[in-house]
């Protein structure tokens, strides 16, 4: 059984996220989507409702878990017998940026592999801190993310 974590903040899930997540569940036994603790960043969404949310977006999936964890990313993997932990790409920024720490992960535990895959196009552009952006301007989220996701920041913030 090849178990996969798809590791992120997921402040807020978004349809790129679930672009990822449909082809991981695709490639993969078993898909862990691993939301993050961040001290660094002030989220939109708790984690704790980050991780229902996203729950709630993926009920069709029979080989999804979702659940939060904190500390390296690379351990939580090695904890849950994770051999690929899947990183979603939407440009060279984004493969830079996360080349750079598929190497470090490497150095860390060369046992776990990054796999990166992209977002359909019509998502690329989709950010979550773009949609946090569009959040202040109480602009519509319809196109971004899922209906519960977008409902939820509705509550929120209004």
């Known amino acids: 059984m090849t178990i996969a974590i798809y590791p992120g903040s997921f402040d807020p899930f978004t349809y790129g ?29 708790p984690v704790e409702d980050r991780v229902q949310l996203i729950r709630d977006c993926i009920n069709v999936f029979d080989n999804v878990d979702v659940t939060s964890y904190s500390g390296l990313t690379v351990e939580f993997a090695k904890a849950n017998n994770a051999e ?4 979603g790409l939407r440009n060279t920024i984004d493969f830079e940026y996360e080349k750079n720490l598929a190497n470090i992960n490497s150095k860390l535990d060369n046992g776990i592999k990054t796999m990166f895959l992209l977002a359909n196009p019509e998502h690329s552009e989709i950010s979550s801190s773009a949609i946090r952006e569009l959040v202040k301007y109480h602009k519509d989220l319809t196109q971004f993310v899922p209906k519960n996701v977008q409902e939820y920041i509705y509550k929120i913030t209004r």
Do not use: C, P, Q, T
Not at 24 to 45: C, H, R, T
Not at 84 to 87: D, P
């Open 17 to 45: 996220h679930l672009d990822i997540l449909r082809d991981s569940a695709k490639l993969f036994d078993k898909v862990i989507i691993a939301v993050g603790y961040n001290s660094e960043k002030n989220g939109l969404i």
């Open 84 to 87: 690929v932990m899947i990183r």
